[in-house]
């Protein structure tokens, strides 16, 4: 026996670690048990998508003013159950209603007209206006005799002891400028002259005659004398004497009474004889659509009242329950500020963010279950979904699609605000023939399994795949068939 060199003793024992394990290999490889398998079997395959979101009314809504201005009425508190439509909150609006009250009366009267343009003329409707013109009439020949009353009082009463010889040879008996007491006398003096022509036409006045004529006449008496009158009372301005100042004054006020009333009695005849004339021409159809129109405007105006009467109301469109009321009477507000809450009695929803990967496998009519962090995991609730937005929502950088799911049956237990942890069933399909996802080999964008033959040769198929599942396992389409066996992987992978 001899001993060996220390150096010879190290390749020695690597040599025989590697030889063993040569071998070691070589013996596993030859045996029947080195592959982990499962058979291919048909199955129900389900696709879930799992997210996280928050419980929601399905409505909410807050609620303030289109319009600034004074809160004047409170009908809802806090906690208090409303209806669609109810008035929750009123400012000042007392001016608006006074304002509809009037464009309703302008409306009832263009109405009124449209239906008796469309009904036409009735007899007994010409007669009434025959006999408004006939009135009418005798009204401008009594206010011509009363214009010529007041003028023969205004000039012959007060104005006349102005002077000496008023009607023959006027002399001013007061003191003036030269100039303006000259033109006084002569225009006196002409006055007279147009008494006698006015007081000569008088009897040929009457309800027969040609109205609009004379009061034409009579309009220029009138207005000679007003213009007299004017001058006097600058005339009579300058002197101390306060009486003379009062005669003038009512002088000028009665001329001008019966100027008016002249005036008025020639407008109020035109008037019935142009309604005369519309009831016995009858309605044309260019009438009734110029009437239809006037209609229409009067119903806008009352439509657009009705509009500034509902802004200063805060209604509720929803049947729910006040959250937060922050209206007080006497307070002034501005328009839009929110100042109301109202969550709805409906169905609660449920609000989460899908991430884009899963987007595509989730659709409006899926269903869902879902637990409640307030409540135990055994107590589960079915949902449905009922929305997904189409556009993204961006949160801390990246993009989610908002998906809304509604409670498929009320529970007095959920409560706005809870947190839910959603599976939601997006593909289910019976039958399918499945392997695990993880036997299946990716190669070059084609998809592969390793198969077991019954003589312990490994085949490798090519396969299609279907849905996958949300358990880990995968529907196979073609490729391969019911009760093969499946390599998983290698016992030395």
Same mark, same amino acid.
């Given at each position: 026996?001899?001993?060996?060199?220390?150096?010879?003793?190290?390749?020695?024992?690597?040599?025989?670690?590697?030889?063993?394990?040569?071998?070691?290999?070589?013996?596993?490889?030859?045996?029947?048990?080195?592959?982990?398998?499962?058979? @291919?079997?048909?199955?129900?395959?389900?696709?879930?998508?799992?997210?996280?979101?928050?419980?929601?009314?399905?409505?909410?809504?807050?609620?303030?003013?289109?319009?600034?201005?004074?809160?004047?009425?409170?009908?809802?508190?806090?906690? @208090?159950?409303?209806?669609?439509?109810?008035?929750?909150?009123?400012?000042?609006?007392?001016?608006?209603?006074?304002?509809?009250?009037?464009?309703?009366?302008?409306?009832?009267?263009?109405?009124?007209?449209?239906?008796?343009?469309?009904?036409?003329?009735?007899?007994?409707?010409?007669?009434?206006?025959?006999?408004?013109?006939?009135?009418?009439?005798?009204?401008?020949?009594?206010?011509?005799?009363?214009?010529?009353?007041?003028?023969?009082?205004?000039?012959?009463?007060?104005?006349?002891?102005?002077?000496?010889?008023?009607? $023959?040879?006027?002399?001013?008996?007061?003191?003036?400028?030269?100039?303006?007491?000259?033109?006084?006398?002569?225009?006196?003096?002409?006055?007279?002259?147009?008494?006698?022509?006015?007081?000569?036409?008088?009897?040929?006045?009457? !309800?027969?005659?040609?109205?609009?004529?004379?009061?034409?006449?009579?309009?220029?008496?009138?207005?000679?004398?007003?213009?007299?009158?004017?001058?006097?009372?600058?005339?009579?301005?300058?002197?101390?004497?306060?009486?003379?100042?009062?005669?003038?004054?009512?002088?000028?006020?009665?001329?001008?009474?019966?100027?008016?009333?002249?005036?008025?009695?020639? $407008?109020?005849?035109?008037?019935?004889?142009?309604?005369?004339?519309?009831?016995?021409?009858?309605?044309?159809?260019?009438?009734?659509?110029?009437?239809?129109?006037?209609?229409?405007?009067?119903?806008?105006?009352?439509?657009?009242?009705?509009?500034?009467?509902?802004?200063?109301?805060?209604?509720?469109?929803?049947?729910?329950?006040?959250?937060?009321?922050?209206?007080?009477?006497?307070?002034?507000?501005?328009?839009?500020?929110?100042?109301?809450?109202?969550?709805?009695?409906?169905?609660?929803?449920?609000?989460?963010?899908?991430?884009? @990967?899963? !987007?595509?496998?989730?659709?409006?009519?899926?269903?869902?279950?879902? $637990?409640?962090?307030?409540?135990?995991?055994?107590?589960?609730?079915?949902?449905?979904?009922?929305?997904?937005?189409? @556009?993204?929502?961006?949160?801390?950088?990246?993009?989610?699609?908002?998906?809304?799911?509604?409670? !498929?049956?009320?529970?007095?237990?959920?409560?706005?605000?809870?947190?839910?942890?959603?599976?939601?069933?997006?593909?289910?399909?019976?039958?399918?023939?499945?392997?695990?996802?993880?036997?299946?080999? /990716?190669?070059?964008?084609?998809?592969?399994?390793? !198969?077991? /033959?019954?003589?312990?040769?490994?085949?490798?198929?090519?396969?299609?795949?279907?849905? =996958?599942?949300?358990?880990?396992?995968?529907?196979?389409?073609?490729?391969?068939?019911?009760?093969?066996?499946? =390599?998983?992987?290698?016992?030395?992978?």
């Amino acid at each position: 026996m001899f001993l060996l060199r220390r150096p010879y003793v190290f390749y020695v024992i690597g040599a025989a670690i590697l030889l063993g394990g040569v071998g070691f290999y070589f013996f596993r490889s030859s045996g029947q048990d080195e592959f982990e398998s499962v058979v @291919a079997k048909r199955r129900e395959i389900t696709q879930e998508v799992s997210v996280t979101g928050k419980v929601k009314p399905s409505e909410s809504v807050d609620l303030g003013f289109d319009k600034s201005g004074r809160i004047t009425k409170i009908s809802a508190k806090v906690g @208090a159950r409303v209806s669609p439509g109810q008035v929750l909150a009123q400012i000042y609006n007392a001016d608006l209603f006074s304002e509809l009250a009037q464009t309703q009366a302008v409306l009832k009267s263009e109405q009124a007209k449209l239906d008796k343009l469309k009904r036409g003329s009735r007899p007994e409707d010409i007669e009434i206006s025959r006999a408004k013109v006939a009135e009418a009439k005798q009204n401008l020949v009594d206010k011509m005799e009363d214009a010529y009353t007041k003028a023969d009082d205004a000039i012959h009463i007060k104005i006349d002891q102005f002077f000496s010889n008023p009607r $023959t040879n006027p002399q001013l008996t007061f003191a003036t400028e030269s100039q303006l007491e000259a033109d006084l006398e002569s225009s006196r003096l002409l006055l007279e002259a147009r008494f006698k022509a006015w007081n000569s036409s008088r009897e040929g006045i009457n !309800v027969n005659a040609n109205l609009y004529s004379f009061a034409g006449e009579i309009s220029e008496h009138l207005g000679n004398i007003k213009s007299f009158l004017d001058v006097m009372a600058i005339a009579v301005n300058g002197t101390a004497v306060e009486a003379y100042k009062t005669d003038v004054s009512a002088a000028r006020a009665s001329v001008n009474t019966a100027i008016n009333n002249v005036s008025s009695a020639v $407008t109020n005849l035109r008037v019935a004889e142009s309604e005369l004339a519309l009831e016995e021409a009858g309605s044309t159809p260019e009438d009734i659509l110029v009437q239809e129109a006037a209609v229409e405007k009067a119903e806008a105006s009352v439509n657009n009242i009705k509009a500034q009467i509902s802004k200063t109301m805060l209604v509720s469109p929803i049947r729910g329950v006040i959250t937060r009321q922050d209206a007080k009477v006497g307070e002034i507000i501005s328009a839009s500020a929110a100042l109301v809450s109202v969550i709805s009695d409906a169905k609660f929803q449920i609000e989460a963010n899908l991430p884009e @990967a899963d !987007v595509a496998k989730v659709k409006v009519g899926d269903s869902a279950r879902l $637990t409640l962090d307030a409540f135990s995991s055994d107590v589960v609730f079915d949902a449905v979904v009922v929305a997904l937005d189409p @556009a993204e929502t961006v949160i801390e950088g990246v993009s989610t699609y908002k998906v809304t799911l509604e409670f !498929v049956r009320e529970d007095e237990q959920i409560r706005s605000g809870l947190t839910a942890n959603i599976d939601i069933l997006t593909a289910r399909k019976e039958n399918a023939l499945a392997i695990p996802q993880r036997a299946v080999i /990716n190669r070059d964008g084609e998809k592969f399994v390793r !198969v077991q /033959n019954p003589d312990g040769r490994v085949d490798e198929l090519k396969i299609e795949l279907g849905l =996958i599942g949300s358990d880990g396992e995968v529907e196979v389409l073609s490729g391969i068939e019911e009760g093969m066996n499946i =390599i998983i992987s290698r016992e030395s992978d």
